[in-house]
């Protein structure tokens, strides 16, 4: 038994995960038309191999990885490439992307599919080039392309696996479920993505809300016998712990360096719906297709999870989900805490969409406006990363980059608990993003006047040595001529004019031979 | 369909500026109910008549301001400036005496900074300060606790309020004026011989105190401020005065006892230093800024003119405020401690 270390600040807004009924999974079917963005991850879209009219099986590769930092796409269903463009998609700014759109032909056929028959035997570069061709990126929220990750065995010495099943956001269920119903496919990934890492140990760590998924889970770790340093942890609940940096210094008591990643500290983390992915892209040879969307909130008559095909189109779900939209309604992608709003239910299902969350107004009400702040200290008591919100507030509103880096602004995750506790209710997350987002630009900014000052510096050193080389040359020219004329003074001044003479008839007689 | 487009977080916690300044409200209640039943109506007139003035003066400003009154008096706040200031200032003050405390904690304190979240000082302090310096003996007239002389009633308070005429009902030295002017009596000597003394510390005064520690307690509990400074502040004073004791001599500073619950030490830790605005924002710098507080109220206490100590400490330590700042950031996770 480990011990179980303390984060500070934290916050413990209602839950809501009753609503969902965790543990139970519906099968969402499948919609008329599939919509498969080329990012649903972070890196490089995905580049399309297939074209308008081409039919194609599920499992089959649409779109190719590009990059070091990029995830696949392939087709969830069999059917017909209707298109290739912009659709609306899941992310803050509202925009459109550009996707591939597929109409099922309601077979639903698959290619042949193979697995690797024993992962054990295979070199971690093989492996980690099989979850490449699978399409998988992290399934908790980020989206970060999983094979990519999983090469920081290159580079650190990696001797922990944490599975993150904390799911600390209020509402969503969907890792919940997942440990009730796949805890063995749990399992069997982390074991693999351990192997790939060669990491000794695997800690899985579950909030104590979640009974019955730390049940199933210390069940289906105790399953496999004595195969190493295993252990499923239960901690207190409290938001954000399953931010990754907070649930390693929960389960490890190490903390992440600033800026750093926890393979610094030898650490790799994945959510537990990435662990199935990559079990299932190993051992059945499956690419990521599709995933379990928790559909919440009081503006549902049927709140549940279901298993859901990528690309699904969010309103698909609403509908089987009995949604009946009020006044000011909101639809939220992902959870009440960090989400972001959706401005039309026809985005679909990508790899990172782990709840859709249709609150009614009374249920999370639009903040009233806000009010001074007066430093109350309640933000920092609540900041996970141990920082000032107040001052980062003041300093923001301010512009003060200087003071913001010296408070640490960057190493703000976003959880959004400051925002929570605020008695004023300032959007305090809203002024970080924008401070930060201003910083970059300025740095961006800074480099590129450094890089043309650079240019400038080194065209005028260039403009000045060639001037130089000019005068220099001019001078040996003249000084040249100066001896010429000095030797020449020598000479008897008569003598000279004659040769001279002689000279210039040679010349001409030179070039009549020529013409 | 166009759904609303709002950031995160979606939700929102129960707690708003607004119930932050009623439950301080709420918890000076054992404290005035205290200084009530000790030297009669008289802080309670000044609180009511204070408060008016207060949401008067808020309301027009705000209008001045062109911002919307009604918003902003909502918060409470002007309503917590000028209760505290009532409850420091002498029970029975002339009506002038409070509007223009009132007036000079709202203007002076708050807004000529920009308002509620921008003053630098304590406004209630401010105004405190205001009136001590102008008036002096109007500050210094505190009406004698029940025991030792009648307790005014309602009508006396009324006149006192707006007859504006002196109160001229029996009025006595503070035990803290006696323990500083005492240079003959043996600490033991004095607590028997002077009538002001009771229990721990002054007739009235240790029950008041008592009375403004345990809405200070209850804030704790309802976890309106940390314990940071206010108990750094009780341990420097504590402190100081063990070290000042001198063994009951007659030159002694009085005891910790006598310091925690005299004047307005338990009213300063729990309902003056605590205002976050003003103070230091880490809980280290709290600390520091609480103990130097205590500290401050030591000395001026022991060795100055004033009947009491707290409001020229903590606005010093206002002024020092944004320095303890600088020098008490905590330490971001993932940054090395030692760096700090």
Known sequence: MRTVYAIHGGIHPPEEKHLSHPGKVLDAGLPSELILPLSQ???????????????????????????????????????????????????????????????P?????????????????????????????????????????????????????????????????????????????AAEQIVAGAEIIAHILGASIIL?????????????????????????????????????????????????????????????????????????????????????????????????????????????????????????????????HGGPMMGFALETGAVPVIKTTNCVLAPTHEELPAPPPAQACIRCGLCAEACPASLLPQQLYWYAKAKDQEQLEKHNLFDCIECGACSWVCPSTIPLVQYYRAAKSTIVEARQDKQR???????????????????????????????????????????????????????????????EDVS | MGFLKITSPHGHGPLSTGKVMQTVLLATLPGVIAMTWFFGPGTLLNILFGGIVALGLEYCVMAVRKRDPLFYLRDFSVLVTSTL????????????????????AVLLGKHVFGGLGYNPFNPAMVGYVVLLISFPLQMSTWASPRGLADVPGMSDALTALFANSQYDAVTMATPLDLMRQNTGLLVEDLYRQ????????????????IGFLAGGLWLLYRRIFTWHAPMAMLAAIGLCAAAGFDGGSSNSGGSALFHWLSGATMFGAFFIITDPVSSAVSNRGRII??????????????????PDAVAFAVLILNFAAPLIDQYTQPATYGHDRRDE
């Open chain 1, 449 to 511: 006047a450094e890089r043309s000052q650079a240019r400038f510096e080194a065209r005028q050193e260039r403009v000045e040595r060639e001037a130089r080389e000019r005068e220099a040359k001019r001078a040996a020219r003249k000084l040249a001529a100066q001896k010429k004329a000095e030797s020449a003074d020598a000479e008897d001044p008569v003598q000279a004019a004659i040769a001279r003479a002689k000279a210039r008839k040679e010349s001409v007689v030179k070039s």
């Open chain 1, 41 to 103: 991850h972070i890196g490089a879209p995905a580049e399309p191999i297939v074209n308008v009219g081409d039919k194609v099986k599920a499992g089959q590769l649409l779109a190719e990885s590009q990059g070091a930092v990029s995830a696949a796409v392939h087709a969830p269903t069999s059917g017909t490439v209707t298109a290739i463009g912009m659709r609306p998609v899941p992310h803050p700014s509202g925009l459109e992307n550009t996707c591939i759109c597929l109409v």
């Open chain 2, 194 to 209: 002077k009538a002001q003394f009771g229990q721990f510390a002054g007739v009235g005064w240790e029950w008041v105190n």
């Open chain 2, 289 to 306: 800024f609480g103990a130097l507080i205590g500290v401050l109220i030591y000395i001026i206490r022991v060795t100055g003119n004033y």
């Open chain 1, 204 to 332: 899985y760590g579950v909030e104590d809300n979640k009974p019955d998924a730390l049940k199933a889970m210390q069940a289906a770790v105790a399953a496999q016998g004595d195969v190493g340093d295993r252990e499923v942890m239960s901690f207190p609940t409290k938001y954000p712990s399953g931010g990754e940096k907070q649930l390693i210094e929960i389960l490890t008591g190490k903390q992440v360096p600033s800026g750093g990643l926890p393979a610094d500290v030898g650490i790799v983390c994945q959510n537990p719906g990435t662990a199935v992915a990559v079990r299932d892209a190993i051992i059945d040879g499956k690419p990521l297709t599709e995933r379990l969307v928790t559909l919440t909130g009081r503006a549902l008559g049927k709140p549940c999870n279901y298993r859901v095909r990528l690309g699904t189109p969010i309103s698909h779900l609403l509908a089987l989900s009995a949604f009946t939209p009020g006044s000011k309604q909101r639809l939220i």
């Open chain 2, 85 to 104: 200031l009532c409850i420091a200032l002498p029970p029975y003050a002339p009506w002038w005496l409070i509007v223009v405390g009132v007036a000079s």
């Open chain 1, 105 to 181: 032909d309601g077979a639903d056929e698959w290619i042949t599919t193979r697995g690797v028959e024993d992962y054990r035997a295979e070199s971690p570069q093989t492996l980690i080039q099989h979850i490449r061709d699978a399409g998988i990126s992290g399934l908790g929220g980020a989206g970060f392309p999983t094979a990519t990750k999983l090469l920081a065995r290159d580079r650190c010495a990696i001797d922990t696996l944490i599975i993150n099943g904390t799911e600390c956001e209020p509402y969503i269920t969907a890792d919940d479920t997942l440990m009730q119903v």
